[in-house]
């Protein structure tokens, strides 16, 4: 069962109603605290996104990228990708298909549109009256919803992209509601890649990320490549749901062997 702390962790990560560690935490009250142990070890750890370079990622035979954006790319709501990371995010998008994937609210989310419109920028989400999630996709200023049938996609919306900077809240299409939200850690939203890429294999997409619970669980659960950037980009400026989060990675990690003793690849 999980200890005196897990459950207050639980409980203050349900109260903010906003971090992606809450599928997470619902996992440990089901599953225990082994739920996490099994699936936070990432295939390999870097010190920051460019050390998984073009190379390294052929070399193990990737050919898709799943990106996180806050942390990973950029600061933690930062308006453009580090300087220091953008000549290695072109390559990336010349020589891989690369996606964007983040927990991020709505408005947020449009705004990411707005900053890779050349990247597809991908959510999911579950409602009581479809059967199957629904798959979403901001990409060439274009904003849409489907389900797959037969294997074909069925458009549910289809509309350009809105986004302003004078506008703090949006609502989503198709009344959709953030309790509708299918976050990582989801192994379903690599399925979504796969389908989209017609891929037969899991571990030839990477996703790249700073969060254990969120990325490298989502990887490690639907077994595709998982690469864990350990060096964050700006702490300060994080809210305190993430601090609380990474307060229980870290104390994850400390109980792995494994973690403690992986070497970064370069």
């Known amino acids: 069962m999980p200890s005196l702390v897990d459950k207050v962790l639980i409980a203050l990560m349900k109260r903010s109603g906003q971090d ?13 605290i082994h739920y996490a142990e099994e699936n936070i070890i990432p295939d390999y750890r870097f010190h920051d996104y460019n050390d998984a370079s073009t190379d390294f990622l052929k070399g193990i035979g990737i050919q898709v990228l799943a990106d996180d954006v806050d942390e990973t790319l950029m600061g933690f709501r930062q308006k453009e990708v580090h300087e220091a990371f953008i000549d290695t995010f072109n390559d990336h ?19 990411l549109s707005t900053m890779f419109p050349d990247v597809p920028v991908l959510k999911m989400y579950q409602t009581d009256e479809s059967d199957q999630p ?40 198709l009344n959709l509601q953030k309790r509708n939200e299918l976050p990582k850690p989801n192994p379903q939203l690599n399925d979504l890649i796969m389908a989209l890429e017609k891929l037969d294999d899991p571990a030839k997409i990477a996703w790249i990320g700073d969060r254990l619970s969120a990325e490298i669980t989502t990887a490690n659960q639907a077994g595709a490549t998982s690469i864990w950037v350990d060096q964050f980009i700006d702490k300060r400026n994080e809210p305190s749901y993430i601090k609380i989060a990474r307060r229980k990675e870290a104390s994850l990690a400390k109980k792995s062997s494994i973690l403690s003793n992986l070497t970064c690849s370069t």
């Open 20 to 32: 992606p560690l809450i599928n997470a935490a619902k996992f440990l009250e089901k599953k225990n």
């Open 93 to 111: 998008k010349q020589n891989f298909r690369v996606y964007i994937v983040s927990n991020s609210g709505e408005r947020r989310y449009r705004e």
């Open 134 to 173: 629904i798959n979403r996709m901001l990409f060439e200023n274009q904003d849409i919803l489907w389900i797959w049938k037969n294997g074909d996609q069925h458009i549910l919306y289809q509309e350009p992209v809105e986004f302003s900077e004078e506008i703090k809240k949006y609502t989503t299409p």
